[in-house]
């Protein structure tokens, strides 16, 4: 794909295997919008970009804040008419025995690997189908749980290797009934695992000594973004560079649909896409 002139959203670009994806991407001739919570670090990651002749911008968002997800979709608006790519990248690790909580009382691993980028990616889908053909990638994990819709926030029987994974096939299920919603746009989203056990902070702080390189997850987010052999396939989950089946509840209609009102009901917007189903 020629990434000239396109706009790439990359959350959880200011480190880690975020970071590397941003500067090849920069570097083969998108603007990049970097987002992170450090405001040093991202001026850092856009310094880099612009040093090597790439174009970049930094947006500061919390994604453990709902409010300061939409703060973050209002200001991307504000900055591009055209939104070509988002790569919904941002996580938290598995790192912590103790249960914790977001700002807006949710689970913290389901609110920042899933919910933060339902919300994002439902706030950006006019810009994203306004820009078409233009993707959506949400880098998701091998490591996965199915979903207990009895007790999502994991009030009982926590673990953060539960919470995380748990979170990271929530992806994958939001994935593949995006792909159904977005047929015909011209959009189309993918998921998959980059690589396991990355040298990054969040493996490094789950004590973990790393296995793979950021660079080889770099690989596979940017085939993700930008392959050829992707344009019209959707609903897809990768495992580095090879088409993969996900856990059996990412192809359950009935899991995904649950999940998809759950989430509008978390997020605020389960009144709006009623009225929008009914008009």
Same mark, same amino acid.
């Given at each position: ?8 959203? $990359?959350?959880?670009?200011?480190? /880690? =295997? #975020?970071?590397?994806? +941003?500067? %090849?991407?920069?570097? *083969?001739?998108?603007?990049? !919008? ?50 070509? $790519?988002?790569?919904?990248?941002? /996580? =938290? #690790?598995?790192?912590? +025995?103790? %249960?914790?909580?977001? *700002?807006?009382?949710?689970? !913290? ?171």
């Amino acid at each position: 794909m020629d990434l000239k002139d396109k706009t790439i959203l $990359i959350t959880g670009s200011t480190d /880690g =295997v #975020g970071r590397v994806v +941003a500067q %090849r991407l920069g570097g *083969a001739g998108a603007r990049i !919008l970097v987002h992170g919570r450090d405001a040093a670090r991202g001026k850092a990651t856009v310094a880099d970009i612009e040093a090597a002749g790439g174009k970049a911008e930094f947006f500061a968002a919390d994604l453990a804040s709902l409010a300061q997800v939409r703060h973050l979709a209002e200001a991307v608006r504000e900055k591009t008419g055209r939104l070509d $790519i988002l790569i919904n990248n941002a /996580g =938290v #690790g598995t790192a912590g +025995a103790k %249960r914790q909580i977001s *700002a807006d009382g949710h689970e !913290l691993r389901f609110a920042v690997n899933y919910l933060a980028g339902f919300l994002l990616t439902s706030e950006l889908l006019p810009l994203l189908k306004a820009s078409a053909p233009a993707r959506i990638v949400n880098v998701a994990s091998a490591g996965q749980q199915a979903i207990d819709f009895g007790d999502v926030m994991l009030t009982h029987g926590y673990s953060g290797v539960r919470a995380y994974c748990q979170s990271k096939l929530a992806q994958i299920l939001f994935t593949v009934d995006l792909a159904e919603q977005l047929q015909g746009t011209g959009v189309i989203v993918n998921a998959l695992h980059p690589a396991s056990y990355m040298n990054t902070t969040m493996v490094r702080q789950a004590g973990v000594t790393p296995w793979s390189s950021v660079e080889t997850g770099a690989d596979a987010i940017v085939n993700l973004a930008t392959s050829p052999a992707l344009e019209g396939r959707s609903g897809l989950y990768f495992d580095g560079l090879r088409e993969a089946r996900a856990d059996a509840q990412a192809y359950d209609a009935g899991a995904r649909q649950q999940l998809r009102s759950l989430s509008l009901d978390l997020v605020g917007q389960a009144s709006t896409k009623s009225k929008e189903q009914h008009s």
